[in-house]
């Protein structure tokens, strides 16, 4: 392949935001991003698929089979302090280094065919212990962007422990950044095991960038939504980890004595 | 390279059916393939071949040597109610998870080409046991193909136990949805090893196959000819797990303190 | 991506000489360059980013983020013995050994456009053990350079002990070579913790290379910037091992009797 | 890069024959392919260099560098009995299997502008002893090459026993034949460790080589040659098994609890 973007529909949309919710701690960004598009019953636009994932399917109930895949949705501003927005959530994220790189290139390139200006990553940010009241730590793609955002309850002190943002979240930001694009990572505190979603983390975030684009969301129901994410998400998880394992680990009984010495 | 096709022939087909059978569980798709194109006759016409394969030449007992390979086989229909076909079948799968969507990818574009609208991915379904009749479980790119082979003895319910499918079978039916395929993935129940070839399953496979497809085939010999064919897959399996493991292992030499060292 | 070089602006250098001095054993060469770019108030003008790098974001104090990434640096000569340089600094090499290839060829084409014909690749030599005064040891892509850099304090004697250099700096010298480029590699003597930057041998390597160049540096303010820089080398390298290592790491449950059992 | 072969130039021969002989087990081909480059004072006319060798220089007694590389001969027939030759030496294969696939298809495609239709590939057959007098075990592209080979003294019968060919010889014979090339595998036994070279095997190996060429070579300083070829070999080897671990193996550290915790 190696990834590429199937469109059913180039929308026409004005100054959109982009907001990025994939699989990663906690599943922070994919729960709150995902809680985004059905509350706001945002439309399908485009899929990503990429050799990047692992090559599997997904089974669902009704017998019918999908490919691992990232999709963007799209809704309109209903209000005139809203403003329009794509919304990326996903099956996964790359499984390699590489392909971190790639994917994000590629729907940086194409975002900024849809006009994309301005970015913002959803993520998890592992504390390795439960918080009654996870804060919302933010990351900017320039220091310019902290004077704009501190009004939201963001802490933008913490970011400094942390030291980097690994994955998709931080290369969005980073990478938009040689496009003229400005982001802000937000990231919900959580105890960092990606298995167990965290929808109070998601909570947390979702209610942060809700106040930023003036969204009225109702968030009652999110705590059932993730049990109902769940099951996939561990059968995503579980696949992934097993196949993963099969492929790289290399046999045990090659033994020291063969060392290389199968090539004639 | 890295994935090619080297073709002998272009067949003229009408709406060809394309049956796909590679090594992998028990070998069931593998044998059932096989099988299919041993008893219709049907004709080779291409080969792929690909640096997603192993680096390694097999050798026959008559000295001469080839590259692992995939084999394109067609077979032109005799009866009104039966259909042009295209089988697939081969030495191996890609041996890193991006050359799977590669190669199917590369696959898929060329079925295209020929006319390929319908695909029948055979694969085998581990359950860790070994059952007397093994069922047949099926997965289909679209909810609405149940109905015209529900009829059929395929076991449209126990898929959702199985959550996924790694590797070629599950990619044709997802990916060629993308092209707008139509496909049905059949999975026949094995214990699960892949180095035990398991003639039973590919017989429920080959069953349910031969009845969908209108063809009369003689399943008697099939026992016959997975003994035959027991040694070469083995031989197969047998170097890969060994070279892969040899490629991938690190020398055990290579202690902590050394650690990323090397680059000056 | 794979590999790109986003260019500022394009300076207008008279026969430039290059010097690299990436991150490696001691972090020896990356002092060295990084001192001389501040010494020299070199101007940056040029970034390359790489998909071969760790896919993550730094962080800085102010909560901004940057990509991994590698910079280009000029400075015009002020005297006639003197000569133009362009100095390339960075905050990693290739994680992976295909990409070194990758980063140094694209680097190497880049150079030429811009007039490069002379390289000194600055690197740190593992010996093991602290030196009062470490020694600093040459390499060339050539034998006659040896007699043009012997009257300066390089040892040219033992570096047939070492056998090889990984990593960018060896590339530099000797992919620059089939491109008609002269290459001396200065390696600075030092333990040999990546870790641990070592200033005192890249203060030795400086004091060589300044000479060759006819610069004026005082190196007296060189320790007091490590302590500046070891934080940052620091945060990239435990990220990078910690990330790297899960990336490659089997999930230790993947038992033999699975393998390679996952494929359909 | 990926693979590149830089030609100093472009030789005129007749129906030139391919002799390969590259690292491998026991060293075999590349000692038999490189005495035969000396004896024949055969002249280089072009590099190959890839990003699939390890990215390393090596560095000479004159504290010179050179990449990793392969080399091409070519020899021009003294005799009316004899032929043209390029015969292609090299330090390193692949370090990743689908590097082997590369470079092999890329000389390849090299040798047939070149107007080559017969190939010899040179290697070692691991056999775990040592014997008096190694046979040389022979494999062919196509069965009708025994009929002109066999009266020379080589083992056709073995070779069903060892299955497979792993590495560049195998595919040279394997990938030349979709090319209308014709091949044959000269594989001398051998104890079956890459580090020790082994002139007897490499010896039986010329012997049968030069038989069917018609050259008249003096094996009598073969064990001298490669006393000095072991040091050069050795050095090779063990940076490649050091640097390879380096890259593979997972930091210790990285405990089950942190899997894929990283990606925010």
Redesign the interface.
Known sequence: ??TKI?EFERPKLKNPIFVEGL???GNV?RIAAGYLVEELKAKKFAEL????F??????????????LKNEFYYWKAKAPNQRDLIILIGDS??????????IV?TILEYLQKLGVKEIFAL????IGEEKEKPKVV??????EL?KKYEKYEID??S??K??????????F???G??RGMKGV?L?GETV???IIPDPKSAEAVLNVLTKILNLKIDTSRLGKKVKEMEELIK?????Q??????????????G?????????
């Open positions: 392949m190696t199937v699989p990663g701690i960004g698929f990429s050799s990047h692992m090559p599997f399917v997904l089974l669902h109930e009704n017998s019918s089979v999908h490919v994220q790359s499984i390699d280094p590489e392909g971190h790189y790639e290139e993520a998890g940010l592992s933010g990351a900017v793609s320039d220091p902290i933008f002190q970011v400094n942390i030291g980097t943002i690994v994955g998709a979240s931080g290369l930001i980073g990478l950044k040689n990572c990231l960092g095991f990606p059968k995503v998880e579980d696949v980890k097993k196949a993963l394992g099969q492929l790289l680990a290399p046999p045990e009984k090659a020291k004595k063969e060392e290389l010495s199968y090539i004639g």
